[in-house]
């Protein structure tokens, strides 16, 4: 069994999604139980396998029996291993967490999302555990199809669209990667990322392995969502439904950068991507500007859900810059960071999503009076941009210095204004949404009059886990040690100063 559970956290939600299609059809109070035990499944087969890989090593697991470089292998190691873990959590936690807002947005079609929702997932967890390169796209395939089916059954007027561009940046993105895979393929005679690693040094010099390169490169950043290549990121996680953004937006773009993590960590290696191209400043660069942007464009917006989006774009910048700094203690801060912005980004999402259910307008002018009307939503939107931020002791505060710390090492100080100048923004983007919430005068918001305020919060089952999640900022944050010493600096090991 333990053996098994490396092939069990992705094959689990695949069968649940089956048969939660076939209970839409017969017993739909089915479909979420199947789900959410679908789900738990997943969550204890990755905590049982980050365990064996903490304990033991890397978890190989070979698909049909049949080992690479001939089969598809499995390969868990401690990076994706507790990624695994996240995803997998995350996607537990949000659906408990939601499960009122797909009964109340979608009464006839809720198993419809619930197999959308699982198979996305399976999508995701597949992309982070797999070994091999054309399977990788394969799932990548199956997360951003479901991805694009989940935006468009948002808004009735904006998501349709919205998943279209998704669609076609999406496409773009992927081909490219598969072009990438295309070519190293052409030059080595295998697929499994291992093998690749070890035949690839004989070549580095050939033109074909550097487009190869360039193009696995530029397909991940189209997904991640990478200043300028962002453009589809806005809309399709304003107007996708609620439970879906607070999904999508924490895993999606983050499982992209893991992908180019993999790609320069383990396929090309770091002597590839920082000794043999030469493009690291140029790619640190884009990352500068994806920061300065995204905090500008966060500061231009009035819809809250729509300002996260931006801070996000932000966000990936930070994990951008710091992968190519090529020193140990930012790839240190960028991998950190990827983790601690998956939860980050998902108490945000998700307190933006409960709010958004009691509320028709997500416009901050709208918001007054809602530290009274929502307290514990209200709490755990705060402990997000706390960390967000970067203050201490919340888990932002610790990436973040390894990325200020690591680009002062690299003599890289446009890097460090730019961490600077975004934690700053971001002080005044929730401030000002704290203001209105906190000092506006509800009398002239949602009921016009000036008894005592109702108390607007959600479900038990949507604070518990929200407070759950607000908590665990911290916890990240005074586990970080742990987390950079035992599942980061083995993982880079032999390839960094």
Same mark, same amino acid.
Request: glycine letters at 10%.
């Given at each position: 069994?333990?053996?098994?559970?490396?092939?069990?956290?992705?094959?689990?939600?695949?069968?649940?999604?089956?048969?939660?299609?076939?209970?839409?059809?017969?017993?739909?109070?089915?479909?979420?139980?199947?789900?959410?035990?679908? !789900?738990?499944? =997943?969550?204890?087969? =990755?905590?049982?396998?980050?365990?064996?890989?903490?304990?033991?090593?890397?978890?190989?697991?070979?698909?049909?029996?049949?080992?690479?470089?001939?089969?598809?292998?499995?390969?868990?190691?401690?990076?994706?291993?507790?990624?695994?873990?996240?995803?997998?959590?995350?996607?537990?936690?949000?659906?408990?967490?939601?499960?009122?807002?797909?009964?109340?947005?979608?009464?006839?079609?809720? @198993? +419809?999302?619930?197999?959308?929702?699982?198979?996305?997932?399976?999508?995701?967890?597949?992309?982070?555990?797999?070994?091999?390169?054309?399977?990788?796209?394969?799932?990548?395939?199956?997360?951003?199809?479901?991805?694009?089916?989940?935006?468009?059954?948002?808004?009735?007027?904006?998501?349709?669209?919205?998943?279209?561009?998704?669609? @076609?940046?999406?496409?773009?993105?992927?081909?490219? &990667?598969?072009? *990438?895979?295309?070519?190293?393929?052409?030059?080595?005679?295998?697929?499994?990322? +291992?093998?690749?690693?070890?035949?690839?040094?004989?070549?580095?010099?050939?033109?074909?392995?550097?487009?190869?390169?360039?193009?696995?490169?530029?397909?991940?950043?189209?997904?991640?969502?990478?200043?300028?290549?962002?453009?589809?990121?806005?809309?399709?996680?304003?107007?996708?439904?609620?439970?879906?953004?607070?999904?999508?937006?924490?895993?999606?773009?983050?499982?992209?950068?893991?992908?180019?993590?993999?790609?320069?960590?383990?396929?090309?290696?770091?002597?590839?991507?920082?000794?043999?191209?030469?493009?690291?400043?140029?790619?640190?660069?884009?990352?500068?500007?994806?920061?300065?942007?995204?905090?500008?464009?966060?500061? =231009?917006?009035?819809?809250?859900?729509?300002?996260?989006?931006?801070?996000?774009?932000?966000?990936?910048?930070?994990?951008?810059?710091? +992968?190519?700094?090529?020193?140990?203690?930012?790839?240190?801060?960028?991998?950190?960071?990827?983790?601690?912005?998956?939860?980050?980004?998902?108490?945000?999402?998700?307190?933006?999503?409960?709010?958004?259910?009691?509320?028709?307008?997500?416009?901050?002018?709208?918001?007054? *009076?809602?530290?009274?009307?929502?307290?514990?939503?209200?709490?755990?939107?705060?402990?997000?941009?706390?960390?967000?931020?970067?203050?201490?002791?919340?888990?932002?505060?610790?990436?973040?210095?390894?990325?200020?710390?690591?680009?002062?090492?690299?003599?890289? &100080?446009? @890097?460090?204004?730019?961490?600077?100048?975004?934690?700053?923004?971001?002080?005044?983007?929730?401030?000002?949404?704290?203001?209105?919430?906190?000092?506006?005068?509800?009398?002239?918001?949602?009921?016009?009059?000036?008894?005592?305020?109702?108390?607007?919060?959600?479900?038990?089952?949507?604070?518990?886990?929200? !407070?759950?999640?607000?908590?665990?900022?911290?916890?990240?944050?005074?586990?970080?040690?742990?987390?950079? =010493?035992?599942?980061?600096?083995?993982?880079?090991?032999?390839?960094?100063?």
């Amino acid at each position: 069994m333990t053996h098994d559970c490396a092939a069990l956290l992705v094959v689990t939600p695949l069968l649940a999604a089956l048969l939660v299609v076939g209970c839409g059809w017969t017993i739909k109070k089915a479909c979420f139980p199947i789900s959410l035990l679908g !789900l738990g499944v =997943s969550v204890y087969c =990755s905590l049982k396998v980050l365990t064996q890989v903490l304990a033991k090593g890397a978890v190989s697991y070979y698909l049909g029996a049949w080992p690479p470089p001939w089969g598809i292998a499995y390969e868990i190691d401690a990076l994706n291993g507790v990624l695994l873990v996240a995803v997998a959590a995350i996607a537990f936690v949000n659906l408990l967490a939601t499960k009122n807002q797909i009964a109340t947005a979608f009464p006839d079609r809720s @198993f +419809a999302f619930y197999s959308l929702y699982l198979l996305f997932v399976t999508g995701l967890l597949g992309i982070v555990a797999t070994g091999d390169l054309f399977n990788l796209y394969v799932l990548l395939e199956i997360a951003s199809i479901t991805g694009y089916a989940l935006v468009a059954m948002g808004d009735k007027r904006r998501a349709p669209i919205s998943s279209l561009h998704y669609v @076609f940046m999406g496409t773009i993105g992927a081909s490219f &990667y598969l072009l *990438g895979v295309g070519y190293i393929y052409i030059k080595t005679g295998s697929l499994n990322m +291992a093998d690749v690693s070890g035949l690839l040094p004989a070549i580095y010099g050939s033109k074909a392995i550097f487009i190869a390169f360039i193009f696995c490169i530029l397909g991940a950043m189209i997904k991640m969502g990478l200043f300028p290549l962002h453009v589809w990121l806005p809309n399709a996680y304003t107007y996708a439904p609620s439970p879906a953004a607070s999904l999508m937006a924490p895993l999606m773009t983050k499982v992209m950068v893991y992908v180019m993590l993999r790609l320069m960590i383990t396929v090309f290696t770091p002597q590839f991507a920082f000794t043999n191209l030469q493009i690291s400043h140029l790619l640190v660069g884009m990352g500068c500007l994806a920061i300065f942007m995204g905090a500008l464009l966060a500061l =231009s917006q009035q819809n809250l859900k729509r300002m996260l989006t931006y801070i996000i774009v932000s966000e990936i910048g930070y994990m951008m810059g710091g +992968a190519w700094l090529g020193n140990k203690t930012a790839m240190t801060g960028a991998i950190l960071h990827l983790l601690n912005d998956t939860l980050m980004t998902f108490c945000v999402f998700l307190a933006v999503g409960a709010i958004g259910t009691r509320f028709r307008s997500l416009d901050i002018k709208d918001l007054k *009076g809602l530290f009274s009307r929502m307290p514990f939503t209200m709490a755990a939107l705060v402990a997000g941009a706390l960390s967000i931020i970067g203050v201490p002791p919340t888990c932002g505060f610790f990436s973040k210095w390894y990325l200020i710390t690591g680009a002062m090492e690299a003599g890289n &100080y446009v @890097f460090v204004v730019a961490l600077l100048f975004s934690s700053l923004v971001c002080v005044i983007l929730f401030f000002r949404v704290f203001e209105v919430s906190f000092f506006g005068d509800e009398s002239h918001g949602h009921h016009g009059d000036h008894e005592a305020v109702a108390i607007h919060e959600t479900s038990l089952v949507t604070i518990l886990p929200l !407070l759950v999640v607000a908590s665990g900022l911290i916890l990240l944050g005074l586990y970080s040690g742990f987390i950079v =010493s035992e599942m980061i600096e083995p993982v880079l090991s032999g390839g960094f100063k």
